[in-house]
């Protein structure tokens, strides 16, 4: 066995697949197991995963046809041997040290989870680093490093960990939804009894433009809105935290949902799935109604949710008008004023 299995899920990234790999194959951990998971690409991605895994026998491939990260990820999951996992996206690389310094502190600690620090690297060469980078190895309380992450001191991604396996006996991603790390990794760790923290940079999270991250689709919008919208309840309930720390990380996740809400309805969508999407946040939003952590401001803001929704919902404040142009309309030709008519032409 294997003493980590690392899960790359492959889609539509060909152009960057192999310095992938070749990063996860040049390890100086060399005891690794490598699950490629190739989910509905149109490109020439399946064929290089082949390829290379007839090159290494550390090498497997998985082929679904769901185009979705967190399917590719739960599928790869439930494929692995080792005693503890990594994930890394194809489209990123690793430190050549990454996986022996990480692998290293979970033996030590017997942790169920060790984090790193990562790199943004751009197209054109660039490195961005928004971490202190010290090096400094910790023990760290799973509710220190959820109040972290959401902080943003620590990243809330999958890739940028090890777990052990036997935590994804009771978690998986969220099949079908987008910011699945936003929405699950906090979970599990509530979950950990021993996390390593290392700060230290190990991981090169490449910026592109065509990437998922960069499209904010209204869809994306409502996923993340989900995901925030779940983190307020978790605080709510998370008995390790304080009164003062709960109305701290709600503020903050109440601001995200409510920002999404707005810039959601502002699209105007079209669609009735999209028009369902605005009324399901709307009604999340306004359950906080009650809520002792909820400050005067927001819930001032709530109120206008739900007693003034023509105004402040764009979508309906259309209709609305619409509606009142067609009875005026309607008045003026009863009451035979030529006046209020609108001609055309």
């Known amino acids: 066995m ?18 992938c790999i070749d990063s996860v194959l040049n390890q100086t951990l060399k005891d690794i197991e490598i699950i490629l998971v190739e989910n509905g690409s149109s490109d020439n991605s399946y064929r290089i995963c082949l390829d290379l895994a007839f090159k290494d026998s550390r090498i497997k491939v998985l082929q679904i046809d769901v185009a979705d990260l967190s399917t590719a990820r739960n599928r790869g999951i439930e494929m692995a041997t080792s005693e503890y996992i990594g994930f890394v996206d194809s489209d990123d690389y690793i430190d050549p040290d990454m996986y022996s310094t990480m692998y290293d502190c979970a033996t030590k600690y017997n942790a169920d989870i060790v984090c790193c620090n990562f790199m943004y690297v751009f197209p054109d060469g660039r490195k961005l680093q928004n971490f202190a980078d010290t090096g400094n190895i910790r023990l760290i309380s799973p509710k220190e490093m959820i109040v972290s992450i959401f902080q943003e001191r620590i990243s809330s991604s999958s890739w940028s960990k090890i777990y052990k396996k036997d935590i994804f006996s009771k978690w998986t991603f969220p099949e079908g939804y987008t910011f699945e790390d ?99 946040m709307k009604h999340k939003l306004l359950s906080f109604l009650k809520s002792g952590y909820i400050s005067r401001h927001d819930r001032r803001a709530l109120y206008t949710i739900k007693y003034l929704w023509y105004i402040y919902d764009w979508t309906h404040f259309l209709k609305f008008r619409r509606r009142r142009a067609r009875k005026t309309r309607l008045k003026s030709i009863q009451s035979g004023k030529p006046g209020m008519h609108i001609f055309n032409g």
Do not use: W
């Open 182 to 280: 936003h929405r699950l990794i906090y979970k599990i760790i509530a979950d950990c009894n021993i996390c390593v923290y290392i700060d230290k940079s190990l991981y090169y999270y490449l910026q592109r433009e065509d990437s998922i991250v960069h499209d904010l689709t209204f869809k994306r919008r409502y996923h993340y809105f989900l995901a925030d919208y779940e983190r307020i309840l978790f605080a709510q309930n998370y008995p390790e935290f304080s009164d003062t720390e709960k109305a701290r990380i709600i503020k903050k996740q109440f601001d995200i949902c409510f920002n999404n809400h707005f810039g959601g309805f502002m699209t105007v969508p079209g669609a009735p799935e999209q028009t369902q999407m605005i009324n399901d």
């Open 2 to 19: 294997s003493s980590v299995s690392i899960i790359i899920p492959v889609h539509n990234t060909a152009a960057y697949l192999e310095t």
